[in-house]
């Protein structure tokens, strides 16, 4: 289910643009956390369950490699547990690892969501008035690679039944492959022109020419955009204003409990459960609706 | 009048993104830099390529060898790092110029990641492909006369595209340069690095010849 898809690609574009800025170029372990768990939560109700399985398989181990490799790197830290090879292994170092594994991966998994919930026509929408030009190569280019596998795919079945890729070895496969590749080459560059003159013969670029769009602009999207640009005013007041400090090294700074702080926090938290929410409430209302009928 | 103004408002948008940026993520500032370096750095090209009174042929073809980049790149996923979306990329700027090798290079990133993810590295992969693209295209006539140089910008544009890579992962980790991860990093990548540069040597010294009579014979027949 993709509720939260539902809305416009600018609130969407704006969403993710202020999460991401949070998740990747703050240090505040707080505000990691909570871009994390918002991020899990939400490709959870993205994905389909083998693909959550895969998905623990990949980044469970790359977060141990990250925290545990740290220590490695960076003396750093006041607080030495224990000697490796005549080098100090801190506490600093150890703790430091696992924020910036809560970091990376984060920031990964949020952009799992991003590329899940922005398509191509949503990008594409997103930047066509901008860059008029680039935009119609990017769609192009979006049309022509589903048809050129296609043809691909002909091509080499009409080559394998006049007896190529026959012998097992690497050359001859990367001899065999590069000259289906070649066929596409000159197929795909001829056909392609046609597409040009066609486009030529129809008035591309004249004036007053209009595109289609399925995307309309609700009052949802005022709502969520409002709220998520307001929280985020706040989230950023708290950075900017040094509430959200956070330093590792020598030592571990204390937390900031401070009332303003808490304001920060969880400004930024809902925000980043804003989506996991949102996917939830309409998951229930589905159900609710099925139990109905 | 009116021009200088708006060239003067980018620039000082360019800067102030920059500087709050700075002020606001004192810890990762450098890779804030860099990330917004990178994205930055595309801008003017792309302006350049939207405000040029380009052929509608000549945005097919790009388009063209933009998606035939990305196939080649999902054709060889098996294949860690063995790609010919590089050779790709300096074909078309040894044929069609810079800019051409720029807009191939760097919307052959987007789109690519499109179907691999995109990440904090599509601003650096965007900016690395087309710079490799654009002085492709720069240096076209020593590359389409010699194997050779063709080779060693093969193997140069591997080192320079795997290096960029670990800068950036380096910067964003640990908030500065640390030298001791750096080393690491490059040395845990550099099996990458030599399969990109192998990679990039074989795929341009067997395409640069035959793709280059189709572009030729295209050149020629549709008057691009």
Not at chain 1, 41 to 57: C, D, T
Not at chain 1, 217 to 227: H, Q
Request: include cysteine; charged fraction near 15%.
């Amino acid at each position: 289910m993709k509720a939260f898809g539902n809305y416009h690609p600018a609130t969407l574009m704006i969403y993710f643009i202020s999460v991401l800025l949070v998740a990747m170029f703050v240090s505040n372990l707080v505000l990691q956390l909570l871009s994390l768990s918002g991020a899990i939560l939400f490709s959870v109700m993205l994905q389909k369950r083998s693909e959550i399985l895969g998905n623990i398989g990949f980044y469970i181990p790359l977060f141990l490699l990250i925290a545990i490799t740290n220590p490695l790197f960076s003396h750093n830290g006041v607080t030495p547990l224990f000697f490796l090879n005549g080098n100090p292994v801190t506490f600093e170092a150890i703790i430091y690892g696992i924020a910036i594994a809560v970091m990376i991966v984060g920031v990964m998994i949020w952009f799992k969501c991003y590329g899940e919930i922005m398509s191509s026509d949503k990008f594409l929408y997103l930047f066509g008035k901008a860059i008029p030009k680039l935009s119609l190569v990017l769609s192009m280019a979006f049309r022509f690679i589903p048809l050129f596998k296609r043809q691909l795919q002909k091509v080499n079945k009409a080559q394998k039944a006049l007896g190529l890729y026959s012998s097992k070895s690497f050359m001859d496969k990367l001899r065999s492959s590069s000259s289906v590749f070649m066929a596409m080459i000159s197929w795909s560059l001829e056909n392609s022109m046609d597409t040009s003159d066609s486009m030529k013969a129809r008035g591309y670029g004249l004036k007053g020419r209009t595109t289609f769009t399925l995307f309309r602009l609700y009052s949802d999207d005022i709502v969520l955009m409002t709220l998520c640009v307001s929280l985020m005013a706040i989230t950023f007041t708290g950075i900017a204003t040094g509430l959200t400090d956070f330093h590792y090294y020598p030592y571990i700074s204390n937390l900031n409990r401070s009332p303003s702080a808490i304001i920060i926090y969880i400004a930024f938290g809902t925000i980043s459960f804003l989506p996991f929410v949102i996917e939830v409430k309409e998951a229930l209302a589905w159900k609710y609706y099925i139990s109905k009928i | 009048m009116k021009k200088r103004l708006l060239f003067g408002l980018v620039i000082l948008i360019i800067l102030v993104v920059i500087f709050s940026g700075m002020m606001l993520f004192k810890d990762k500032q450098y890779a804030w830099i860099s990330i917004s370096v990178a994205v930055l750095a595309c801008v003017p090209f792309f302006l350049q390529f939207e405000k040029r009174n380009n052929d509608i042929k000549k945005l097919v073809l790009i388009a063209v060898m933009v998606s035939l980049s990305v196939i080649s790149r999902i054709i060889f996923t098996p294949l860690p790092g063995f790609k010919p979306v590089t050779a790709l990329v300096v074909i078309t700027a040894m044929y069609f110029g810079s800019e051409a090798g720029f807009m191939t290079g760097a919307l052959s990133a987007v789109i690519s990641n499109f179907y691999f993810g995109q990440g904090p590295w599509t601003p650096f992969q965007m900016l690395i492909w087309g710079l490799i693209g654009f002085f492709g295209g720069v240096f076209a006539k020593r590359l389409l006369e010699s194997k050779f140089d063709l080779a060693m910008y093969g193997v140069l544009s591997g080192i320079v595209f795997s290096s960029a890579m670990d800068t950036w992962s380096v910067l964003w980790v640990d908030g500065s340069f640390n030298v001791s991860r750096f080393l690491t990093t490059v040395i845990a990548s550099s099996q990458f690095m030599i399969i990109y540069a192998v990679s990039n040597v074989i795929f341009l010294l067997l395409f640069s010849k035959p793709i280059g009579k189709f572009l030729d014979r295209i050149k020629t027949k549709f008057q691009l």
